[in-house]
């Protein structure tokens, strides 16, 4: 790979913006006012303390805590099923993830592939940009819109090179993520978003907010995965557990649940409830690289502000949307990667991957994900019109069409 190619710009740790609009003088209004709620709702909230995993059972040979032995303790629940049950039980996860919302696991990723990916986020943020500067690919298809953009970033990532390599230690055999979304939405949960958010020194503070309004089945699950070590200072994600319910959604939206669709910086906001956020406990995704928090998108969080002097937080995330959910959802994701994959097919291809014994950060010889990367390439392309395909350092040209199974 040439990815090297790609740092040149990067000693200043990718403070490369996305290319932006001029926001008009009531956007910037409505930003500011935005700014400043997030600031008062923090005002009334605890101070906070960590997301902790867990503490998981020891398996007979003990292997510890943290995602070997949360795996163990997957595997272990599921042969708790006998004959004739209706259902078999919740793992401890599932569990915890169903009762306040948001669950950590500690190790989703290896320290080698963390630092893959960060680098290789840093280089497509540089590549995406310049390819939207230059015109040769739609702002849309490659970032997702964001509340109070500035010094945040959010990069829709392509199927191949190190974001593959991350979902196969997520998703793949041997992973916690895995069956624990399987628990939550199914082999049919639909992949909903595949990105890496950047908050960068000086990002504001966010106000409270759900990523989806309340409905009797949770729509969507999102996994937050540090791509670094996340200080108090670096402005970590907050989580007030338990409150995916109705109940807390109608005592912060003021009775009214339609307003959990109105987005974060929605004009139609309920006074502050003071007395319901004092209430509350808080809980900081302070996680080491590699670490995972898992959230129901129903609960409430927000990120916080990044005060450190020049310390970038980076997380890179994947959504699963559940089939059965009604509403209608937020995709940070590639166009071409819109309702094309589900988990068991994601599953599928990963251990198809290892099958072949192909490299998995190569696309995989053109399997279903790089198919489908091959669709999403048709978005970049040169300044005379042609189209190119970019794997990596790869440049070629795409003679024919290609169907999406």
Excluded at 125 to 150: I, S, Y
Excluded at 162 to 188: C, F, T, W
Aim: net charge positive.
């Amino acid at each position: 790979m040439l990815l090297s190619l790609l740092h040149i710009g990067l000693a200043a740790r990718c403070r490369t913006r996305p290319p932006t609009m001029q926001a008009s003088g009531l956007e910037a209004e409505r930003n500011k006012a935005t700014a400043r709620r997030g600031v008062m709702e923090r005002s009334f909230l605890q101070p906070g303390t960590a997301l902790v995993a867990i503490e998981q059972k020891r398996a007979a040979n003990p292997i510890g805590f943290g995602a070997k032995a949360a795996a163990a303790q997957v595997k272990k629940k599921k042969k708790t099923r006998t004959k004739g049950s209706r259902a078999r039980p919740l793992s401890a996860l599932a569990t915890e993830l169903k009762a306040s919302g948001v669950v950590r696991i500690d190790g989703a990723l290896s320290p080698a592939l963390v630092e893959e990916l960060r680098e290789f986020v840093d280089a497509e943020r540089v590549q995406a940009t310049a390819d939207v500067k230059a015109g040769r690919c739609d702002q849309k298809a490659r970032f997702a819109d964001l509340v109070l953009l500035d010094k945040r970033c959010d990069l829709l990532l392509p199927l191949h090179g190190p974001p593959i390599a991350a979902l196969q230690e997520l998703l793949g055999e041997g992973s916690v993520l895995g069956p624990l979304l399987q628990e939550v939405v199914g082999e049919a949960g639909v992949l909903q978003e595949l990105a890496c958010l950047t908050s960068e020194p000086g990002s504001a503070q966010q106000p409270l907010h759900p990523d989806t309004p309340w409905t009797p089945i949770p729509s969507a699950y999102t996994a937050f995965i540090a791509l670094q070590d996340v200080d108090v200072e670096m402005g970590p994600t907050l989580y007030l557990p338990g409150t995916q319910t109705k109940e807390a959604h109608t005592s912060f939206f003021g009775g009214d649940l339609s307003l959990g669709n109105a987005g974060v910086s929605g004009v139609r906001r309920p006074p502050i409830p003071e007395e319901f956020l004092r209430s509350r406990e808080v809980k900081l995704g302070l996680l080491k690289a590699g670490d995972l928090a898992l959230y129901n998108q129903q609960t409430l969080h927000c990120g916080s502000a990044n005060e450190s002097r020049d310390k970038v937080r980076r997380q890179f995330y994947i959504s699963m949307k559940n089939p059965l959910a009604q509403s209608k959802l937020c995709a940070s994701l590639r166009p071409a990667f819109r309702n094309k994959l589900t988990l068991g097919a994601m599953k599928d291809e990963l251990a198809a991957l290892n099958g072949r014994r192909t490299r998995v950060d190569e696309g995989g010889g053109r399997g279903l994900f790089g198919k489908l990367d091959e669709v999403d390439a048709l978005e970049v392309r040169d300044t005379e019109g042609a189209v190119q395909i970019r794997f990596g350092d790869e440049g070629s040209q795409l003679g024919s069409e290609y169907e999406i199974i």
